[in-house]
Each structure stands twice: as C-alpha cells, then as structure tokens.
C-alpha cells in the first residue's frame, strides 16, 4: 500500500512564525502536491513538484514556498504565517508516467495537517 | 475562475436508494476525470476515474458517466450504504506533458441515512 505522511495531525503557530510542513511518501512517485482545504472552496493546489528539485506554482502559492532535495520528501514553508493561512494542508503523491507508457492521474493522499495560525 | 463545479454542497439520499452526485467543469482541455471520497480528519482517496475517450466507466456500486458536449460528469452509487456518507470530490486534468495538474471541485457532502 502506498503510504504518505505528514510530520503533524495538528499544528498551532504564531502570525509571523516560519512555518515547516513535511510530507513523505514511500513508492517513488515522482510528482507530488501541497493542497489546502477550505470550506466551501474545496482542494487548491499551491504547489507541486514533478522531480527533485523542481517545482512548479499552483493556483495559490502566495506566502508559501517549497523544497523537495529529495524524492520521496516534500516540504511545504510558510514564510511569515498569517491568520488566512490557516486552514487543512494535505499533501498527495503520484506516479508519473507508468511502466507501460501510459500516464497515472490518481494521487495517493496524506491525512493533513489541520494548522491554526493565532 | 472554478473550473470544476460541485454546485450542491450536500446531497441526502436513503440507504439502498441510489446517489448522483454531479459535477461540471469549463475547461475543454480537460481529459481525464476522477472521483475522490473523503471522511473527516482522513485525507482524500480515489475511489474512481474515467477518460475522455469513455462515456461511462463501472466499478462494483460506482458509476462514473461522461457527457463531453454538455462538460458534464456524475457518479452513481447504488445501492447507497450508511458508509458511503463522506464528502465527495470531483476532480479533472488536461493532457499536459509530462505531469498530471488535477483540478478539484468544491465537494459535495453525502448523507446516507439508515
């Protein structure tokens, strides 16, 4: 079973706080993706990450940064933590191109991170 | 600019009664859909997906049906089961190289009452 973790259920940080969200996934995928769930606005992606190293904005990625060094880690920062950022972070991982050519579109998710910023 | 529209944020169904929960989406590039579930305080899982080259795909009680020209999909349960009560997301992606961007909708929340 492909497994991803993050480092916390739950999370309360100060405004202004430099904030660390680590996710780790165990079947090699290559891609992997920081969401934030809100009520009434569903999944937004921030950002992803389709190899080591690299990275590419989502729809969101304002005040949020991100490091992947290596594959099967991806941190999520918030630089200065600000009270809209608080909210559910779920990160997700997923194959990309499958042995037989073919792309793989389902993401396996983590159980989030519920983060208060006070 | 919400490319994928679950514009029923609940749906409350009787057990053994069949759910259709519905989802449109605007962007023509889109290709390949999904179906995710999610229960509180766990994160989403796929529960299931269809291609654009498709206009209906099966697995057990859950039925995706794709209608293109209208940018229309919707997931059939039947028979809904109190265990299926769970927040359901709709999700697309566009032909794009060689990673797959997915765009969620808002969710719909399923009740399924005993």
């Known amino acids: 079973d492909v497994k991803v973790t993050q480092s916390s259920r739950y999370l309360v940080k100060r405004t202004g706080e430099k904030v660390f969200l680590e996710c780790v996934q165990d079947m090699d995928h290559e891609n992997m993706f920081w969401y934030r769930q809100d009520p009434g606005l569903g999944l937004r992606l921030i950002y992803f990450s389709y190899d080591v190293k690299m990275k590419e904005k989502g729809d969101i990625p304002e005040g949020y940064s991100v490091s992947r060094e290596k594959k099967e880690r991806f941190s999520l920062i918030l630089e200065s933590a600000s009270t809209n950022q608080t909210s559910m972070y779920l990160c997700?991982?997923?194959?990309?191109?499958?042995?037989?050519?073919?792309?793989?579109?389902?993401?396996?998710f983590g159980p989030g991170t519920r983060l208060t910023v006070t | 600019d919400q490319q994928v529209k679950q514009n029923s944020p609940s749906l409350s169904v009787q057990e053994g009664r069949i759910s259709i929960l519905n989802c449109d989406y605007t962007?023509?590039?889109?290709?390949?859909f999904l179906w995710y579930k999610k229960y509180p305080a766990e994160g989403p899982t796929f529960l299931i997906s269809i291609s654009s080259i498709k206009d209906k795909n099966e697995d057990g009680r859950f039925t995706v049906f794709l209608n293109k020209s209208a940018k229309h999909l919707s997931l059939h349960i039947v028979p809904s089961q109190p265990g299926d009560s769970a927040v359901y997301f709709c999700a697309a992606s566009p032909y794009s190289g060689g990673y797959q961007k997915v765009t969620f909708g808002t969710g719909t929340k399923l009740q399924v009452i005993p």
């Open positions: 997700a991982s997923s194959f990309g191109i499958l042995s037989g050519g073919s792309r793989s579109y389902e993401q396996y």
């Open positions: 962007n023509s590039m889109f290709d390949y």
